[in-house]
C-alpha cells in the first residue's frame, strides 16, 4: 500500500496539464495491480484451504440452509406462522407472574456481599435500623449587596442572628410538630411525637431528638408544658428568646457550648453556616436543623415502604410549602420521602420524552422500510414489525421475570434498546428482499422461494450481530454490581427474542406483503388493486435505491479517494490517540444528588445546603462487639482509639480536628481517672450503668447493653473532613478500616451509610474495565467463527476498540465521569456498535470478486442504506433526550449520540478503508460462482422439501412450479409468472 501511495505521489510530481488523466491512468494501474495480487493469493490459499475458512465455510453453509428452510417454512403457512408465534409470546409471558420490581438502592447499586453490608447488618442488630430525618434551612432574605460583617464570598442574605430570625426559626420548626397526618394502612393519626426518636436526660425529661441552635436557649427556668400537661420543647426555647435582646441572642451564639439540651456534643458547622465575627459583630448565614424520625420499613415488590412516615412527610411537605410563602425567613427542606419522591421523578419525568421519541422512531421507519409509493410501500409491514419487536419485548419481560431476574430503574431503556436492534434487523431482512428481488437471477422466483433467499442472506447477517450482541451482553453480566447484572441478562434475553421474532413472525408477513405488491394492490387499503400499470418511480419521480445509488457512486469513491483514505486513518488514529487521554483522565464522580431533577424542592434544598454548608464531611461510628469491655487491655486500646485528641481515629488524616466524641473518655472524665489507671474489671459494668443514669445519658444510644450488665455492642463517632472525589472516599474508608483493625480492640470497625456506595465506587472502574474487555474477546471469537476470516475479525475488533476508547475519551471531555450509569453505558455501547462494524464486514466477505474496492462498494451498498437507516432512526428515538431533566437520562442521551455517530463514522468510514487497504479475499470469487452456489442450494433444498425447483420460461434460470403454495403459474408461458396470480 505504501508502494502504491508512492507511486500516486510520484505521479502528483509530473505536474502539468495531463496530471489528471496521469492520475486517472495510475489509479486504473492500481486498481490492477490489486486485482492481480488479490487473484495470486486467492490461488495459493485455494491450494490449502485453513481448518478455520473450513469451519466457517461449514457454519456458513449450515445458516444459509438453515434460514433457507425456515424462510420455506414461515411463507407456507404465513397466517398460521404468525398466530404460533404470537401464542408462543403469550406463552412466555406467563412469566409475568413471577415480576419483581427492585427499587432499593442498596439491592440496586451496591455489590452484595461487601464488608460494608455486613456492618450494617451489625449495626441495624445492635443499634436499630437506620431512621429517617428531616432537614430544614433557613437563611436572610436576600440582599442587594454583601451584608456587613459577612464573610467573603458568601451568599448574599441578611444575618440571622438576632432575635427575631431565632423565632421565625422557631416558627418555622413548629410546622412539624403541627403536623398530622391520618396512616392509610392502619388508619391511624400520626404526629411527629408519635413517632420521632427521643432524648433524655438524668432528670427523665424526653423531647423528640434534633440538632440545631435552638438547643443552645435551653434552660429549665422556663419549661413550658403542652396543652395535655406535657413539657414542650419549642415553647420553652421561645419563652427563654423572647426574653433576649438582639446582643444576648448573638452573645450566646457566639460563646455556646454548642451542646445539645441534654449535653450531647454537636458540630457547630453542621447547625450554623457563613458564621463571622463575635458578639456584636457576629454574622450568621443561615441556621439548620436536623430531626430524627424512627422508622417501619416493609418491602413490597422490591420497594421499602414506612407507610406511617411517607403519610406524616407528604403532609409536612405541604404543610412546609404553604408555610414558606409567608415567612419572614427562606426556607429549603427535605426529608426521606422528598429524596424518594426526586428520584422517581428523575426516573418517569422524562418518560413522555421516550414517548415522542418512540413516535419518529415508528414514522421514520413507517416511510423507510418501503418506497413512497401507494404499492410499493410497506407501510403495514412496518406496523407489523414494531408488533414483533413488542411480542419480542414481551417475552423478555415474560422469561426474565420467570427465571427470577428482578426489573430495575435502569430496564427502562429496555424498550429504545430493543427497538433499536428490532428496526436493525427489520431493515436488513427488508434489504436482502429488496435486492433478490432486483437480481436479474431471482426477480422472476415464486414468492416463498424469494423470500427464503433473502432470508438465507440477511439471517446470516443478523444472526452474527445477534450472537455477538447477546454474548456481549450475557458476559457483561459476570459484574458484581445487581443493577447492572440483571440489566445484562434481561438485554441478552431482549436480543434473542427479537432476533426469534424476526426471522419468524416478520419473514411470515413480508411473503403476505409481497403477494400484495404483486397483485399491485395498495399497502394500507389492500382490497384495492391498481387498474394502471404501476409505476416504478416514486411520488417523487425517482427510481427505487436511492441509497443505494448514493453509497455506490457517491459515498464508496469518496472515501476510498486516495487522499481521503489517508485523511480518514490520519483523522481516525489522531482521535484516538486524544480520547486515550481522554480516558486516562476519567474520574471517579458520583453523588446521588445527581439524581435530582431541577426546580424540585430536593434539588432548591441540595443546592441551598452546598452554598452554605457544603464543607461539611460525613459523620462516622466507630463500633465494637461483645468484648471484655473491663479488660484492662481493652479498656487501654479503646482509649488509644477514640481519645479525642491524641487518640488514633482522631490523628487519621481524613478525620477532621476535634471531631471525635467518644464515651468511654467522657467515662473516664467523670469518674476523674487518672493516666494510666482503668476500671475495675469486675466493677465495670455497674459504674458504667451509673454513668449512663447521670451525665452520660447522653451515650445512651450509643451503648447496647443487657439488663444484667452485658455490654453487647458500642459504638462513638468522629466526623471526615471534606471528600472532593470518589476515589478519596474509597481511600478514607480503607484507611479508617485499617486503623480501626490496628487498634487491638477486637472487630473494631467504622460504618456510617454512606460505605455501603463506597464499596460500589472501588470496583466500578475495574468493574467497567472488565466488562469491557470480556465482551472484546468475545466479539472477536464470534467474529472469527461466524465471519470466518481472523483479519476481518481483528479489522472489527479494533474498530470496536477505537469506538469504545473514542466514547470513553468524549465523555470526559463532555463533563461524564465514571460511575455506575456510565458503566451501563459502556455495556451498551458494545452491543450497539458492534451492528455498525460486522453488518460491513460481513458484507464484504459475502461481495463476489477480486477487487477490494468493488467488493467495499458492493458491502456499502448492500448494507449501507439499512445500517444507516437503523443508526438515524435510533437517534431520532433519543433525539428527543437532549431536554431530559434526570441525570440518568442526560448520561444515556449523550452516550447513546456518541454511540450513534461513532459507530456510523467507523462502520461508513474506517472499516472500508482498512478493508480497501488489507480485506482478505471473497468466500465468492464472481457472482456467477454465488449465483450458482445458491442455486445448487435452491435445488437441493426444495428437493429436500419435496418440491420441483422453479423452472423459468425460457428454460435456463430457477422459477415457480405450477402448483406452488404462494404463487400458480402457467408453465411454458412468455408472460412470466406475474401473470394469472391467485394470493
Given at each position: 500500500s ?7 505521489s ?11 488523466e496521469?492520475?486517472e ?21 485455494n491450494?490449502k484451504v485453513g481448518?478455520l ?7 456458513e ?10 424462510g ?6 404465513p397466517?398460521?406462522?404468525i398466530?404460533v ?12 407472574l413471577?415480576?419483581?420490581q427492585?427499587s432499593?438502592?442498596t439491592?440496586l447499586w ?5 464488608e ?7 449495626v441495624?442488630?445492635n443499634f ?12 436572610g432574605?436576600?440582599?442587594?449587596s454583601?451584608?456587613e460583617?459577612?464573610p467573603?464570598?458568601?451568599?448574599k ?10 423565632l421565625?426559626?422557631?416558627q ?5 410538630y403541627s ?9 391511624n393519626?400520626?404526629?411527629?411525637q408519635?413517632?420521632c426518636?427521643?432524648?433524655?436526660d ?9 440538632f440545631s441552635?435552638?438547643?443552645?436557649f435551653?434552660?429549665?427556668?422556663f ?6 400537661g406535657?413539657?414542650d420543647?419549642?415553647q420553652?426555647i421561645?419563652?427563654?428568646?423572647d426574653?433576649?435582646s ?5 452573645q450566646?451564639l457566639?460563646?455556646?457550648p454548642y ?8 458540630e457547630?458547622?453542621?447547625v450554623v453556616?457563613?458564621v463571622n465575627?463575635?458578639d ?16 417501619e ?7 421499602e ?5 411517607s403519610?406524616?412527610?407528604s ?9 414558606r ?7 429549603e427542606?427535605e426529608?426521606?420521602?422528598s429524596?424518594?419522591?426526586?428520584l422517581s ?5 422524562d418518560?413522555?420524552?421516550?414517548t415522542?421519541?418512540f ?6 421507519t413507517?416511510?423507510?422500510l418501503g418506497q413512497?409509493?401507494f ?6 409491514a ?10 419480542a419485548?414481551?417475552?423478555t419481560y415474560g ?5 427470577g431476574l428482578?426489573?430495575g430503574?435502569v430496564?427502562?431503556?429496555l424498550?429504545l ?29 415464486p ?8 432470508l ?17 451482553f450475557f ?8 443493577a447492572?447484572?440483571s440489566f ?21 408477513y ?12 395498495f ?5 384495492k ?14 427510481e427505487?435505491?436511492?441509497l443505494e ?5 457517491k459515498w464508496t469513491p469518496?472515501?476510498l479517494?486516495?487522499?481521503?483514505r ?9 482521535l484516538?490517540g486524544?480520547c486515550?487521554?481522554g480516558t486516562?483522565e476519567?474520574k ?13 424542592l430536593?434539588?432548591d ?6 452554598a452554605y454548608?457544603g464543607d ?9 462487639g ?7 487491655s481493652?479498656?487501654?486500646?479503646l ?7 491524641t ?6 488524616q ?8 467518644c464515651w ?8 476523674n481517672l487518672?493516666?494510666g ?7 465495670f459494668?455497674?459504674?458504667?450503668a451509673?454513668?449512663?443514669?447521670a451525665d452520660g445519658a447522653?451515650?445512651?444510644r450509643?451503648?447496647?447493653?443487657t ?5 453487647l455492642?458500642?459504638r ?6 471534606p471528600?472532593?472525589?470518589n476515589?478519596?472516599e474509597v481511600?478514607s474508608?480503607?484507611?479508617l478500616?485499617?486503623?480501626a483493625s490496628?487498634s487491638g ?6 460504618f456510617?451509610f454512606?460505605y455501603?456506595f ?15 474487555c ?17 483479519l ?5 475488533l479494533?474498530s ?9 475519551g ?6 461524564i ?13 458494545v452491543g450497539?456498535?458492534?451492528?455498525f ?6 458484507a ?6 477480486d477487487?477490494?474496492?468493488d467488493?467495499?462498494?458492493?458491502a456499502?451498498k448492500?448494507l ?11 437517534f431520532l428515538?433519543?433525539f ?5 431533566k434526570s ?12 454511540i ?6 467507523h462502520g ?6 482498512i478493508?480497501s ?5 471473497s468466500f ?16 437441493q ?14 428454460g435456463k434460470?430457477?422459477?415457480g ?6 404463487i400458480a403459474v ?11 396470480l391467485?394470493?
Amino acid at each position: 500500500s505504501v508502494g502504491k501511495v508512492a507511486k500516486l505521489s510520484a505521479c502528483d510530481l509530473s505536474g502539468g496539464e495531463d496530471q489528471d488523466e496521469n492520475e486517472e491512468a495510475m489509479m486504473e494501474a492500481v486498481d490492477l495491480e490489486d486485482r492481480m495480487n488479490e487473484s495470486n493469493g486467492s490461488a495459493e490459499e485455494n491450494e490449502k484451504v485453513g481448518l478455520l475458512r473450513r469451519v466457517n465455510s461449514a457454519v456458513e453453509n449450515f445458516m444459509r440452509r438453515a434460514f433457507f428452510r425456515l424462510g420455506m417454512l414461515v411463507t407456507a403457512r404465513p397466517v398460521v406462522t404468525i398466530v404460533v408465534m404470537i401464542v408462543v409470546a403469550a406463552l412466555f409471558c406467563i412469566g409475568l407472574l413471577a415480576f419483581e420490581q427492585e427499587s432499593r438502592a442498596t439491592e440496586l447499586w451496591v455489590p452484595q456481599g461487601t464488608e460494608a453490608l455486613e456492618n450494617e447488618k451489625f449495626v441495624e442488630d445492635n443499634f436499630g435500623t437506620q431512621g429517617r430525618f428531616l432537614n430544614t434551612i433557613v437563611t436572610g432574605k436576600p440582599t442587594d449587596s454583601a451584608p456587613e460583617n459577612a464573610p467573603e464570598g458568601a451568599p448574599k442574605s441578611a444575618n440571622v442572628a438576632n432575635q427575631a430570625a431565632v423565632l421565625a426559626f422557631i416558627q418555622t420548626v413548629g410546622v412539624s410538630y403541627s403536623t398530622s397526618a391520618k396512616d392509610e394502612d392502619s388508619g391511624n393519626t400520626v404526629t411527629l411525637q408519635s413517632f420521632c426518636e427521643t432524648s433524655s436526660d438524668a432528670s427523665g425529661l424526653t423531647f423528640c431528638t434534633s440538632f440545631s441552635v435552638l438547643d443552645l436557649f435551653f434552660d429549665r427556668n422556663f419549661l413550658t408544658n403542652d396543652s395535655n400537661g406535657q413539657p414542650d420543647f419549642l415553647q420553652t426555647i421561645k419563652a427563654k428568646v423572647d426574653t433576649l435582646s438582639d446582643t444576648q441572642v448573638r452573645q450566646i451564639l457566639t460563646d455556646g457550648p454548642y451542646v445539645t439540651w441534654n449535653g450531647v456534643q454537636m458540630e457547630k458547622a453542621g447547625v450554623v453556616a457563613q458564621v463571622n465575627g463575635a458578639d456584636e459583630s457576629l454574622y450568621i448565614g443561615a441556621f439548620r436543623i436536623t430531626q430524627l424520625l424512627q422508622s417501619e420499613i416493609e418491602v413490597v415488590n422490591g420497594e421499602e415502604i414506612d407507610h406511617r412516615a411517607s403519610a406524616w412527610e407528604s403532609q409536612w411537605t405541604d404543610d412546609m410549602v404553604e408555610f414558606r410563602t409567608s415567612s419572614a425567613l427562606n426556607v429549603e427542606f427535605e426529608s426521606a420521602s422528598s429524596q424518594e419522591d426526586s428520584l422517581s421523578t428523575a426516573l418517569n419525568g422524562d418518560i413522555g420524552l421516550f414517548t415522542i421519541g418512540f413516535v419518529l422512531l415508528i414514522v421514520y421507519t413507517l416511510l423507510f422500510l418501503g418506497q413512497f409509493h401507494f404499492v410499493y410501500s410497506r407501510w403495514v409491514a412496518g406496523l407489523v414489525l414494531f408488533g414483533t419487536i413488542g411480542l419480542a419485548l414481551g417475552s423478555t419481560y415474560g422469561l426474565s421475570s420467570a427465571f427470577g431476574l428482578f426489573f430495575g430503574p435502569v430496564h427502562q431503556v429496555l424498550p429504545l434498546l430493543i427497538l433499536g436492534l428490532g428496526v436493525d434487523d427489520g431493515f436488513v431482512i427488508v434489504r436482502a428482499l429488496d435486492v433478490v428481488n432486483a437480481h436479474e437471477h431471482h426477480k422472476n422466483k415464486p414468492v416463498r422461494t424469494r423470500i427464503s433467499l433473502a432470508l438465507a442472506e440477511a439471517g446470516t447477517a443478523i444472526t452474527v450481530t445477534s450472537i455477538t450482541n447477546a454474548c456481549v451482553f450475557f458476559i457483561s453480566s459476570v459484574t458484581k454490581l445487581p443493577a447492572l447484572r440483571s440489566f445484562s441478562l434481561w438485554a441478552g434475553i431482549a436480543v434473542l427474542m427479537d432476533f426469534l421474532f424476526s426471522v419468524t413472525l416478520f419473514t411470515a408477513y413480508l411473503s403476505i406483503d409481497e403477494r400484495r405488491r404483486e397483485a399491485r394492490r395498495f399497502d394500507v387499503i389492500c382490497c384495492k388493486a391498481a387498474r394502471e400499470p404501476v409505476k416504478t418511480t416514486n411520488w417523487f419521480g425517482r427510481e427505487p435505491g436511492v441509497l443505494e445509488r448514493f453509497f455506490a457512486e457517491k459515498w464508496t469513491p469518496l472515501v476510498l479517494n486516495r487522499f481521503v483514505r489517508i485523511a480518514v486513518l490520519v483523522f481516525f488514529t489522531a482521535l484516538f490517540g486524544v480520547c486515550i487521554w481522554g480516558t486516562v483522565e476519567l474520574k471517579l464522580n458520583f453523588d446521588f444528588s445527581y439524581f435530582y431533577p431541577d426546580n424540585t424542592l430536593q434539588k432548591d434544598y441540595y443546592d441551598t445546603e452546598q452554598a452554605y454548608f457544603g464543607d461539611l464531611g460525613a459523620n462516622v461510628g466507630i463500633y465494637a462487639g461483645e468484648i471484655e469491655y473491663g479488660s484492662e487491655s481493652v479498656q487501654r486500646d479503646l482509649l488509644a482509639l477514640c481519645a479525642p485528641d491524641t487518640g488514633s481515629i482522631a490523628q487519621n488524616q481524613y478525620i477532621r480536628d476535634d471531631s471525635v466524641t467518644c464515651w468511654y473518655y467522657d467515662m473516664r472524665s467523670y469518674y476523674n481517672l487518672a493516666d494510666g489507671e482503668y476500671f475495675a474489671a469486675n466493677e465495670f459494668s455497674s459504674q458504667l450503668a451509673s454513668y449512663l443514669a447521670a451525665d452520660g445519658a447522653k451515650y445512651l444510644r450509643n451503648i447496647n447493653m443487657t439488663d444484667s450488665g452485658v455490654i453487647l455492642a458500642t459504638r462513638f463517632f468522629a466526623q471526615y473532613k471534606p471528600l472532593e472525589t470518589n476515589e478519596e472516599e474509597v481511600d478514607s474508608m480503607h484507611s479508617l478500616r485499617e486503623t480501626a483493625s490496628d487498634s487491638g480492640v477486637p472487630g473494631a470497625f467504622p460504618f456510617f451509610f454512606g460505605y455501603i456506595f463506597w464499596e460500589q465506587y472501588a470496583i466500578v472502574r475495574g468493574e467497567a474495565l472488565l466488562a469491557i474487555c470480556l465482551s472484546l474477546v468475545m466479539v472477536f471469537v464470534v467474529a472469527l467463527l461466524l465471519i470466518g476470516h481472523p483479519l476481518v475479525a481483528l479489522i472489527v475488533l479494533v474498530s470496536l476498540g477505537f469506538s469504545l476508547v473514542d466514547i470513553l475519551g468524549i465523555v470526559h471531555f463532555w463533563g461524564i465521569d465514571i460511575s455506575s450509569v456510565s458503566v451501563i453505558c459502556l455495556s451498551l455501547a458494545v452491543g450497539l456498535s458492534v451492528d455498525f462494524t460486522v453488518h460491513i464486514a460481513k458484507a464484504f466477505m459475502d461481495a463476489a470478486g477480486d477487487s477490494r474496492r468493488d467488493r467495499v462498494q458492493e458491502a456499502l451498498k448492500a448494507l449501507g442504506p439499512p445500517v444507516l437507516h437503523a443508526g438515524i432512526s435510533t437517534f431520532l428515538a433519543i433525539f428527543v433526550l437532549i431536554g431530559a431533566k434526570s441525570f440518568i437520562f442526560r448520561v444515556f442521551f449523550r452516550c447513546f449520540l456518541l454511540i450513534i455517530l461513532l459507530g456510523l463514522a467507523h462502520g461508513f468510514m474506517f472499516v472500508p478503508v482498512i478493508l480497501s487497504f488489507i480485506g482478505p479475499r471473497s468466500f465468492f470469487r464472481s457472482e456467477a460462482q454465488k449465483a450458482g452456489a445458491e442455486d445448487a442450494l435452491v435445488e437441493q433444498l426444495l428437493g429436500d422439501t419435496g418440491e420441483k425447483a422453479d423452472v423459468p420460461s425460457d428454460g435456463k434460470n430457477l422459477a415457480g412450479s405450477e402448483g406452488n403454495n404462494d404463487i400458480a403459474v402457467s408453465s411454458g408461458s412468455e408472460s412470466g409468472p406475474h401473470q394469472d396470480l391467485n394470493v
